[in-house]
């Protein structure tokens, strides 16, 4: 059986679609899962569905590299296949990438577009209006490993709000990202 751990610092939504998935009827188990905040609401959603929940929070470190140290011990406590960005919100040093790991992020924007912080906020924003997600392999360069698939949303309709964009955002990372580690596992 494959294995996943799932990083993040939110709400954990997408943490929690993938642990509720039934996976594409792919037998994969999330065998933990790594906060960098401690007082994310992801934390209980991990725990009420039995998922371990480490917390390597951020602003317990004086730098990012002292922080990639000590998420990269943490890693080496489990045993897993694949490590899956969930709305993990941390910018990583060199650090991280000299052990090879298999990685995998989704992005609020069709990328190249809104690399980066504030994405969902910055398409909402921007005059093209062309939106959606992006799923993609996790580099030493942010925003950069190569894309698995892309899901345009469409444009926004004249007067729609940001809730309104962020809620359709969300709903297609909520159907897309359970499907396609499913298929990067198989």
Request: net charge neutral; proline share 3%.
């Given at each position: 059986?494959?294995k ?13 679609k ?6 594409n ?14 007082v994310c609401k992801?934390?209980?959603r ?17 730098d990012r ?5 000590a998420?990269?011990?943490?890693l080496q406590?489990?045993d ?13 040093t060199?650090f991280f990438?000299t052990q ?6 989704i992005?609020p924007?069709v990328?190249?577009?809104f ?6 906020r ?8 062309d939106t ?11 925003d ?6 892309t ?10 709000t ?11 990372e909520?159907k897309?990202?359970p499907?396609v580690?499913a298929?990067?596992i198989l």
């Amino acid at each position: 059986m494959k294995k996943i751990i799932i990083l993040f610092s939110g709400n954990g939504t997408n943490l929690e679609k993938i642990i509720d998935s039934d996976h594409n009827h792919v037998d994969y188990e999330v065998v933990g899962a790594i906060a960098s905040n401690s007082v994310c609401k992801g934390i209980k959603r991990a725990e009420d569905r039995g998922v371990p929940v480490s917390i390597v929070d951020s602003v317990q470190y004086k730098d990012r590299l002292s922080f990639d140290i000590a998420l990269s011990q943490k890693l080496q406590e489990y045993d897993y296949d694949l490590i899956v960005f969930a709305g993990f919100m941390r910018i990583l040093t060199q650090f991280f990438f000299t052990q090879e790991r298999k990685i995998v992020n989704i992005h609020p924007s069709v990328l190249p577009a809104f690399k980066g912080y504030k994405a969902l906020r910055r398409s909402f924003n921007s005059e093209t209006k062309d939106t959606g997600i992006s799923i993609h392999w996790v580099t030493k360069e942010l925003d950069e490993g190569k894309i698995i698939k892309t899901v345009p949303l469409g444009k926004l309709t004249k007067d729609e709000t940001y809730d309104e964009f962020k809620e359709r955002i969300q709903q297609l990372e909520h159907k897309t990202y359970p499907e396609v580690i499913a298929n990067l596992i198989l």
